[in-house]
C-alpha cells in the first residue's frame, strides 16, 4: 500500500535473460587436482594394515569388547592366562593392593565376586539390597558401638551429672513472669 492507503497498480513485464553460447568455453585440467591424486594413491600404497578385530568375552562378568588378538595376548600374559576386561582389570588392580600384591589372590576374589554377582544378585535384586542393608546395619552397630566410652571403660567417675530436667523449673519460671507482669 501507498503512504496515503492508496493502492499502486503497475504492471511487471518478465523476460528471460538471454542465453550465452558455450561454443567458446573449454574444460580446463588443473596441475594440483593431478598432484594431489597421485599422493592420495602413494599414501594408501604406504598405509600398513589393520589388524583384525576380534570380540572377546570378559571370563570375569561375561562383557563382551573388540580387541586385536595383540592386545587379547597382552591381557592374557598379564592375568595368568585368563581374558577378563578393562573394568575388571581395573577391579582387580585395586584387589592387589588391598591383600598386599598377590594377583593370583586378586583374580580369584574378584571372579569370585563376579560369579556371585551373575548368579544371585542379577536373578534376586531385592534379596541382594536387603543383606546390602544388613551389613551396612551391622558395621553402623559396630562402629557405635566401638566409639561409646562406656565400652571401653572410659566413663569418668565424680563428674557432674544431671539428676533431672530443666524443663520443669524453666517453665515454673516463665509462669511467674507471666502472672507478675499480667
Not at 576386561?85 to 574378584?110: D, F, I, Y
Request: glycine fraction near 6%; include cysteine.
Amino acid at each position: 500500500m501507498a503512504p496515503h492507503g492508496d493502492a499502486i497498480v503497475t504492471s511487471y513485464a518478465f523476460s528471460k535473460p538471454p542465453r550465452l553460447s558455450s561454443d567458446g568455453l573449454k574444460r580446463t585440467v588443473s596441475d594440483m587436482s593431478f598432484e594431489l591424486t597421485k599422493e592420495a594413491i602413494d599414501d594408501i600404497k604406504s598405509l600398513t594394515t589393520i589388524a583384525e578385530v576380534v570380540d572377546a568375552k570378559c571370563e570375569c562378568c561375561g562383557m563382551v569388547e573388540e580387541c586385536t588378538p595383540e592386545y587379547m595376548e597382552k591381557v592374557h600374559n598379564r592375568f595368568l592366562g585368563k581374558w577378563i576386561c578393562g573394568l575388571c582389570s581395573e577391579a582387580v588392580k585395586e584387589e592387589m593392593v588391598k591383600n598386599g600384591g598377590n594377583k593370583e589372590e586378586a583374580l580369584s576374589s574378584h571372579m569370585n565376586t563376579c560369579v556371585r554377582f551373575n548368579k544371585l544378585d542379577r536373578a534376586y535384586p531385592v534379596l541382594r539390597q536387603a543383606e546390602a542393608m544388613r551389613n551396612m546395619l551391622k558395621k553402623t552397630r559396630l562402629r557405635a558401638a566401638s566409639f561409646s566410652p562406656r565400652d571401653h571403660g572410659l566413663v569418668k567417675k565424680g563428674g557432674i551429672t544431671r539428676s533431672s530436667s530443666c524443663i520443669p523449673a524453666i517453665t515454673k519460671e516463665m509462669n511467674a513472669f507471666t502472672t507478675t507482669t499480667g
